[in-house]
Each structure stands twice: as structure tokens, then as C-alpha cells.
T-cell receptor
């Protein structure tokens, strides 16, 4: 198992453009999480899935953000009409039900909005 | 008030000393507590988890939990320069998300 993988690792875009990130979790993990982290802050929860169901979404999450996990495997996070404040590291993590609850993180996708 | 608060850093200790990291949380329904280590430019990785009141030891690391006081701590004994990193406290309800603090940056000086 290669762990959680994220793509792309870096994305530079202009304000107003749409961006999409992909996350492939550890294959036997049925839970998938998206977090956002900025410098000097801890990871901020965005949303999570159990299998293909999106079970929770942060109240802070603008409607410009949408996430999917159509077949309960990989997930995508799309940000529409990006703003400079969206610049951050987007972290994906996975875990399995019945486990300790430990999160296994990918290397992250760094977004820079110019 | 943030849901998970950590003692403000940065924290600097000499090599071989004990580093003490603290965390408080606001949700009394929290059931699982985690310490993650994050090296600069890297993703968080789990060091320890604890569910029950008391101490849990793993090598040089000891996690302590006091649910009545809503307090979690991490002690690192015989600190090494390789322990220099940001330590994130995370708190999880029975099901669902883990909520993270903003971390405490530890520097261990040789």
C-alpha cells in the first residue's frame, strides 16, 4: 500500500479560476477527510465521507467548495471562483471505521491564488 | 474560544531535557485524543492516542488525559534534536471529524 496520495502537489492559479484536487485514500479505508491548513495554523476541517456518503461539511465552508467521492474510493475537492484567501495547503486523510480513529494524511496539495 | 487550544510556543528545550506540551478542549463529549507531529513542510503523522483518564506511555513519549479538567498533555523525555517539530493536539467525538489545535512548535537545541 502506497498510502494516501494527492494530486496535484502544487497548483498556481489566477483569482476567479476553478481548481480541482484529487485524493486517493489507503485502499481499505472507508473514511476520507479534507482539511485546509495555512501557515502557523492547525488543519481546519472541511468535510468528510464514509464510503460515498458525505456525512459532515464545515459550516465555515463557502458554497464555492464542493467535494465528491462518487464510488467510495477516490475523492475530488473543487474550488470555484478562487480567491486569494483560498491559498493554503489542502490535506486529505483517510481512516477506517473500527480503528483508533488515527488519520493517515497525504502529502497535501498546495494552492496559490494570484 | 477555540475548540482545541494549545500552549503558545515556540518551546525550546536543551537536548536530553523533558518537553511538556499542553492542550485543552471545550467539547465534553470528546472521546478520543491524539498527538500528531508535523515536520516543517510535511504532513502530520500520529505519535500517540489516548482514550482513558491517566497516563499512556510509548517509549520516550507519555500522553496524559484528564477528562474532568478537559486537559491533554504530551511529555517527551530525553528530547532529541530530531524531535524538533510542531506538535498538534487533535480531539475526536465518537464518530466524525477530528478537531485540531494550532500546534506548539518545539525546538530541541543540541
Amino acid at each position: 500500500d502506497t498510502g494516501v496520495s494527492q494530486d496535484p502537489r502544487h497548483k498556481i492559479t489566477k483569482r476567479g479560476q476553478n481548481v480541482t484536487f484529487r485524493c486517493d485514500p489507503i485502499s481499505e479505508h472507508n473514511r476520507l477527510y479534507w482539511y485546509r491548513q495555512t501557515l502557523g495554523q492547525g488543519p481546519e476541517f472541511l468535510t468528510y465521507f464514509q464510503n460515498e456518503a458525505q456525512l459532515e461539511k464545515s459550516r465555515l465552508l463557502s458554497d464555492r467548495f464542493s467535494a465528491e467521492r462518487p464510488k467510495g474510493s477516490f475523492s475530488t475537492l473543487e474550488i470555484q471562483r478562487t480567491e486569494q484567501g483560498d491559498s493554503a495547503m489542502y490535506l486529505c486523510a483517510s481512516s477506517s471505521t473500527g480503528s483508533t480513529g488515527e488519520l493517515f494524511f497525504g502529502e497535501g496539495s498546495r494552492l496559490t491564488v494570484l | 474560544q477555540k475548540e482545541v487550544e494549545q500552549n503558545s510556543g515556540p518551546l525550546s528545550v536543551p537536548e536530553g531535557a523533558i518537553a511538556s506540551l499542553n492542550c485543552t478542549y471545550s467539547d465534553r463529549g470528546s472521546q478520543s485524543f491524539f498527538w500528531y507531529r508535523q515536520y516543517s513542510g510535511k504532513s502530520p503523522e500520529l505519535i500517540m492516542f489516548i482514550y482513558s483518564n491517566g497516563d499512556k506511555e510509548d517509549g520516550r513519549f507519555t500522553a496524559q488525559l484528564n477528562k474532568a479538567s478537559q486537559y491533554v498533555s504530551l511529555l517527551i523525555r530525553d528530547s532529541q534534536p530530531s524531535d524538533s517539530a510542531t506538535y498538534l493536539c487533535a480531539v475526536k467525538q465518537r464518530a466524525g471529524k477530528s478537531t485540531f489545535g494550532d500546534g506548539t512548535t518545539l525546538t530541541v537545541k543540541p
